[in-house]
């Protein structure tokens, strides 16, 4: 078999696995439902509650968005993390494997259909953000910049979440990434200044993977930044960061699932 009909074959079982994965979140609307409808939830109690009594100079509307859409993306994750530790565990990756499809295409289908509905929910939080006062000062071009790395980091945290989903031998396990991740944008720069936090938290805030990745939507979105560092350097360490979590992830799944299944 030529190189270039493996590499078709794959593309074709990838494409068939990413269908069974959208069907599979339409077919589980309360999870869909649920990663859609808390982030909103929480940038509308932030604002509305704690909003008043958060010092970011200037509307906290306009500061807290970046990190709610972190937020969304870690949700979303955590719901890759449960559906391919089900897969693992249920039987049907025995079924995949007495077929002649690419092994990696099974995992690819999960975080595909992760970054898609990952697009869904920051849609939604966008829209919502709009309607209650959010006014971006961004360009076409740093729209551009904002959503290609929205997108490289929902990709990275999407094989991240995959990964951990092969290491859990349970549901209920990996599961409990869920609350890793959404523990993260706490303690960052999403709800408030690093400076503001306590000296225990604030070294681990300022150099955590979260940060710049917020600082660098919230420079390109408002031209605003709370580190004091230039938004190139916030960029860099973004996109540093999310390449090596999707490197790094990438290799391990392919090598979990291979130990996993042989």
């Known amino acids: ?18 269908r069974r994965g959208l069907i599979r979140s339409a077919r589980d609307p309360e999870a869909f439902f649920t990663a859609l409808a808390l982030p909103v939830a ?6 509305y509650v704690f909003g008043g009594a958060m010092s970011t100079g200037g509307e906290y509307v306009d500061y807290v968005v970046p990190g709610i859409i972190l ?24 079924r995949f494997r007495s ?6 295409s ?22 919502v953000a709009l309607l209650i006062g959010w006014r971006p000062d961004a360009g076409v071009a740093e729209w551009a910049a904002a959503i290609g790395l929205l997108a490289l980091f929902v990709l990275a945290i999407s094989w991240l979440a ?3 989903g092969l290491l859990a031998r349970s549901k209920d396990a990996a ?3 869920t609350m ?16 503001t936090l306590p000296t225990a938290l604030r070294g681990f805030a300022e150099h955590q993977p979260m940060t710049p990745v917020i600082e660098t939507l919230r420079g390109l979105w408002m031209g605003t930044s709370t580190t004091g560092q230039p938004l190139a350097d916030q960029a860099w360490w973004a996109l540093g960061w999310c390449a090596l979590i999707l490197v790094v992830s990438a290799v391990a799944s392919a090598r979990l699932f291979r130990r996993r299944t042989t």
Do not use: K
Request: one cysteine or more.
């Open 1 to 18: 078999m030529s190189t270039a009909t493996t590499i078709s074959d794959a593309v074709l079982d990838s494409r068939v696995m990413i």
């Open 42 to 47: 929480l940038m509308l109690l932030f604002v």
């Open 71 to 94: 937020l969304c993306a870690g949700f979303g994750a955590g719901t890759t993390a449960v559906a391919v530790a089900d897969d693992m565990t249920n039987g049907i990756v025995d």
């Open 99 to 104: 077929m002649p499809i690419a092994a990696g």
């Open 106 to 127: 099974v995992i690819v289908g999960h975080v595909v259909a992760s970054v898609a509905r990952n697009a869904i929910a920051t849609a939604l939080v966008i829209g």
């Open 162 to 164: 995959a990964t951990v």
């Open 175 to 177: 599961n409990a990434f």
């Open 180 to 195: 890793v991740l959404a523990f993260l944008p706490y303690v960052s720069t999403a709800f408030v200044p690093a400076h």
